[in-house]
C-alpha cells in the first residue's frame, strides 16, 4: 500500500514540474513578445518624430533646433548604429564624397543585401532615411543636405540631430560637441 502511494505522489510531483515548466516558458514567451512590439512601437515612433520634426522646421527660414530621437536598441531588431539621410534634389553618386559609402557597406554588422538595396533606392529616390544596419527604409520629404547624404552614429539608443529650417526643407547634420576650454 505505501509502495503505490509513493508511485502516485512521485507521479504528482513530475506533472507539477511539468506544468510549472510549460507555465514558465509560456511567460517567457510572452514577455518576449512585449519586448519585440516595444521595439517595433519605438521604431515607428522614431519614425513619426522625425517626420514631424522636419515638416514643422521645413518652412521656417534658420531656425535651429538640436533632436535627440530614440532608435530601436536591438534586442529583437538589429541594434541601430547609423542613421542616414540623402537628399533626393542633388545627385547621388554610388561612389564618390556625396555617396557617403552607403552603396559599398563592409563590416561584420552590414548585410550583403544592405549595400545594393540603398544604392538602389538612392538611385531611384524611393527611400531617403537609412537606418543601418538593416532595419527598413524610410521615405521623409522636404530633406536638404550640404552633400549628398549624410550619415550620423546613434550611441545608447538615441541619435542627434542639428535641424535648420531653410524655408522649403530642413538641413540635417550631426549635433554639434561642445568643445571645453
Keep these: 500500500m ?5 508511485i502516485d505522489q512521485l507521479m504528482l510531483y513530475i506533472l507539477a514540474l511539468f506544468i510549472s515548466g510549460l ?9 518576449k513578445g512585449i519586448q519585440c512590439r516595444a521595439e517595433e512601437i519605438s521604431l515607428v515612433r522614431f519614425e513619426e518624430n522625425l517626420r514631424a520634426k522636419i515638416e514643422t522646421l521645413s518652412s521656417q ?3 535651429v533646433r538640436i533632436e535627440e530621437l530614440d532608435v530601436p536598441l536591438g534586442s529583437c531588431l538589429p541594434a541601430v548604429e547609423k542613421v542616414c539621410f540623402a537628399d533626393e534634389t542633388k545627385a547621388i553618386q554610388p561612389s564618390g564624397k556625396d555617396g557617403a559609402g552607403l552603396c559599398k557597406l563592409t563590416g561584420a554588422n552590414y548585410d550583403a543585401h544592405d549595400s545594393p ?5 538612392l538611385q531611384d529616390k524611393t527611400d531617403n532615411v537609412f537606418l543601418l544596419p538593416g532595419i527598413r527604409p524610410l521615405r521623409v520629404k522636404k530633406i536638404k543636405l550640404g552633400e549628398g547624404t549624410v550619415c550620423i552614429s546613434a550611441h545608447g539608443g538615441r541619435v542627434s540631430l542639428k535641424l535648420t529650417g531653410k524655408g522649403d526643407g530642413t538641413q540635417i547634420e550631426p549635433k554639434p560637441t561642445r568643445i571645453s576650454t
Design 2 to 6: 505505501k509502495k503505490g502511494f509513493a
Design 23 to 31: 507555465i514558465l516558458f509560456y511567460g517567457y514567451r510572452a514577455i
Design 61 to 63: 527660414y534658420d531656425s
Design 117 to 121: 538595396a540603398i544604392c538602389n533606392a
